[in-house]
């Protein structure tokens, strides 16, 4: 499996964007899919989740904020961001897990998000 990210780039305090995440391979056995980020300095986080169902889960953080979202037919995972603040600069991994195993994690590249203020 892999994970092409896209979407990031720099935005102003209060702008939105949308993240993308499509998956090629064998993505008929993917399980949950998430985006994390990780600011520099810092751990990587999970922000959203959305299971095979398609039931998402939203951080704290960005509750009400990010949205996460998918398409099965594209195999392509959203992510709207918005009321960017500061805080939420840093570099947005896409993930997925198998369904078969969910030990098993598949990563995409990163895309940057920066907010200016």
């Known amino acids: 499996v892999q994970l092409q990210a896209s979407g990031g780039g720099l935005v102003e305090v209060g702008g939105s964007l949308r993240l993308s995440c499509t998956a090629s391979?064998?993505?008929?056995?993917?399980?949950?899919m998430a985006w994390y980020r990780q600011a520099p300095g810092k751990q990587r986080e999970l922000v959203a989740s959305?299971?095979?169902?398609?039931?998402?889960n939203e951080a704290d953080s960005v509750q009400g904020r990010f949205i996460i979202s998918k398409d099965n037919a594209k195999s392509t995972v959203y992510l709207d961001m918005n009321s960017l603040k500061p805080g939420d600069t840093a570099i947005y991994y896409c993930?997925?897990?198998?369904?078969?195993?969910?030990?098993?994690?598949?990563w995409g590249q990163g895309t940057l998000v920066t907010v200016s203020s």
């Open positions: 993930n997925a897990r198998s369904a078969l195993d969910d030990r098993i994690n598949y």
């Open positions: 391979g064998s993505v008929v056995f993917l399980g949950t």
């Open positions: 959305i299971s095979r169902g398609g039931t998402p």
